[in-house]
């Protein structure tokens, strides 16, 4: 059988721009990942594809310079079920950084435990293909009974109609959920179509959050994403007690050209242009829901 060659991410910008935005303090990028240093780490061989080298200290000058006091970081398959980069980030930025883990069936009380300690306030279940493809929802029913006791929170993440199809699923669940990039619909569906009608409804259930990132990839016409902003703003005006906002830095598996952070950064003020809000999104609902002080 021929193996197929691991997709190579390439690597952010080395020097993205400085955002005109200033951010309030205590904010915080909800959805970044680390990868490396593969000296330390090495990529798994069953990789779905392969990241750029973007060390917890890349990403930290990164978040000093714009003024991020906190971040979500989310273990991704690049690194597949290898923690040990996550986990060693969550020790040199405690306080700072909480975690979002690849939690497997097979995964023990002791290791959530472990996790828990060390950071860690949620679990991610990937729907895309090219991630792995849909999974089990008894699986996914039994994760979230398992980590209820935890107060963690459940990250999904769809693409186009998979959040129609996944609606009431999602509101049986009894812990929180968040929905990842928001729900990455098709941009000429418009803020109106099925998928947002479907994520509004979900957001309404007072148990489902949604992360205002992504806009790069949704975006038709490119930087500075502007054809985005309708359907992001629209989100962050129906519910703004229960948006957040991440980077996505640094930037895998995209198919278009690598975001300039700087210009997703400004457009954070085009998605919630009311200061007073533009601080729910970025510092009191992440302390909220992630548990920050």
């Not at 690597?11 to 400085?18: I, T, V």
């Not at 991630?131 to 994760?143: C, Q, Y």
């Not at 459940?154 to 509101?171: C, E, K, P, W």
Request: with cysteine.
């Amino acid at each position: 059988m021929t193996q197929t060659t691991p997709r190579i991410s390439p690597p952010p910008l080395d020097q993205p721009r400085m955002p005109s935005l200033r951010l309030p303090p205590g904010s915080c990028d909800a959805h970044c990942h680390v990868f490396g240093p593969f000296d330390r780490y090495p990529l798994p061989d069953d990789r779905s594809f392969t990241p750029p080298l973007a060390p917890e200290a890349r990403l930290r000058r990164l978040h000093d310079r714009f003024g991020f006091a906190r971040c979500v970081l989310v273990q991704s398959l690049g690194h597949g079920f290898d923690h040990r980069p996550l986990l060693d980030a969550l020790r040199a930025g405690i306080g700072r950084y909480k975690g979002v883990a690849l939690v497997r069936p097979s995964d023990g009380e002791d290791r959530i435990a472990a996790y828990a300690a060390a950071g860690i306030c949620g679990a991610r279940v990937n729907f895309l293909p090219h991630l792995g493809g849909r999974p089990d929802l008894d699986a996914i029913r039994s994760l979230a009974a398992t980590i209820g006791p935890y107060r963690w929170h459940l990250a999904i993440h769809v693409a186009r109609h998979d959040i129609v199809d996944l609606a009431a699923f999602l509101r049986s669940l009894a812990v929180p959920v968040v929905i990842d990039h928001m729900a990455r619909p098709e941009l000429a569906d418009g803020p109106d179509g099925a998928a947002l009608t479907a994520l509004r409804k979900l957001i309404d259930s007072g148990r489902v959050w949604v992360k205002l990132s992504g806009a790069d990839r949704l975006s038709v016409t490119g930087a500075p994403f502007h054809d985005a902003l309708p359907i992001a703003r629209s989100l962050a005006a129906h519910a703004p007690e229960r948006v957040l906002w991440g980077s996505d830095w640094p930037h895998v598996n995209l198919h278009g050209a690598m975001p300039d952070d700087g210009d997703l950064v400004d457009l954070i003020a085009g998605i919630v242009p009311d200061e007073a809000n533009r601080r729910r999104l970025l510092v009191d609902n992440p302390v909220e829901l992630f548990g920050f002080t």
